[in-house]
């Protein structure tokens, strides 16, 4: 199975001032597609918006692949159904048909 990650554009928000650093990740094909990531430095360190940058960006990226896991997770589960669905819809139609048979073979003997 293939998994395709959807095409995002990615926008970084840096606010000094509250020395948070902000990654969206937006669907380029699909608006409804955003995700987010938010980096907030510690009172005790130096605010370095590329690391801040890199971390949001792990976060957001995170976000998008928990989603696309429980999509796929979905997906199997639903696929799971419909086999047990086919698997006992065939053993009753099995089961007919035998006793048909046997009907058959009854009214023959």
């Not at 095409?7 to 902000?22: A, L, M, P, Q, S």
């Not at 690391?51 to 990226?61: F, H, L």
Request: hydrophobic letters at 35%.
């Amino acid at each position: 199975m293939k998994i395709r990650l959807p095409k995002t554009e990615k926008k970084v928000i840096i606010d000094e001032k509250r020395r948070t650093v902000t990654t969206l990740l937006l669907g380029t094909e699909n608006t409804a597609i955003k995700f987010v990531g938010v980096a907030k430095c510690s009172p005790e360190d130096t605010f370095d918006a590329e690391i801040g940058a890199k971390i949001s960006y792990r976060r957001a990226r995170r976000q998008m692949l928990v989603q696309i896991r429980n999509e796929i997770r979905a997906e199997i589960k639903k696929g799971e159904e419909y086999a047990k669905f086919h698997r006992d819809l065939c053993e009753d139609i099995t089961k007919a048909i035998e006793e048909l048979k046997q009907s058959i073979y009854d009214i023959v003997e």
